[in-house]
């Protein structure tokens, strides 16, 4: 096994995608950025940044969940013992990567979510949407963490048969974390702040929202 792998969901996301994978390479062994089918010029600025970053590419635009799963498929087959998650478009702090690491060590854990503080940085919408997720996973899934729809995570690559997803969306994630809940993993929770640019929420609106929870009743007795 050789260290860390962070796994970078990107679609059309030249104007950051590029600092973002720069920036966590300084933690990890492995930076595979998945390019998810993206219109802009996302896989061109990809193609200026040296190893560890490795590129990936959807030719078409499949959904973050499935970007995800590509990109932790590819850090198992390059050796990977640990992986990390975290969103191409500035949201999640790259100099965070060594806390979550750390801290999934001397616990001795095998996963780890993060938890956005400062919670008035978040759009209202987005904050109600993500508190009733959150009590439906506590009530479906027995799952205790406060911000079950971030995507900045951490954990072993041993793990992933036990939490692999099929949702191909947005959704993803959070099917992913509910298997956590379920599979009796050893988890915990590391809080970052939340970083909002002024605008609309990009991507989750309260209709994702909505639906999912009507996917995680399904997902009580499937998954």
Known sequence: ?????????????????????????????FVIVVDDGSRDGTWRVLSDLPLPVYRVRHLVNMGKGAAVKTGCVAAVRLGAELI??????GQ??????????GHLRTHCL??????????????FARRAGNYAVNRAALYLFRLRTRDVWCGFR??????????????RDYSGEVQMALA????????????????YETGAVKGVH??????????MAVWRITV
């Open 1 to 29: 096994m050789k260290g860390i792998a962070v796994v970078i969901p990107a679609y059309n996301e030249e104007r950051r995608v590029s600092q973002v994978a720069s920036a966590a390479a300084c933690y990890a062994e």
């Open 84 to 89: 990390v998650t975290l969103d191409a478009d």
């Open 92 to 101: 999640h702090s790259p100099e965070y990567i060594p806390c979550l690491i």
């Open 110 to 123: 095998d996963f780890i979510f993060t938890e956005r503080t400062g919670g008035d940085a978040m759009p």
């Open 154 to 167: 951490a954990f072993r690559a041993s793990c992933l048969p036990k939490i692999m997803w099929h949702a």
């Open 180 to 195: 956590v809940g379920k599979s009796g993993l050893a988890y915990g929770a590391f809080p970052i702040p939340t970083i």
């Open 206 to 215: 309260i209709l994702h929202g909505l639906k999912l929870l009507v996917q």
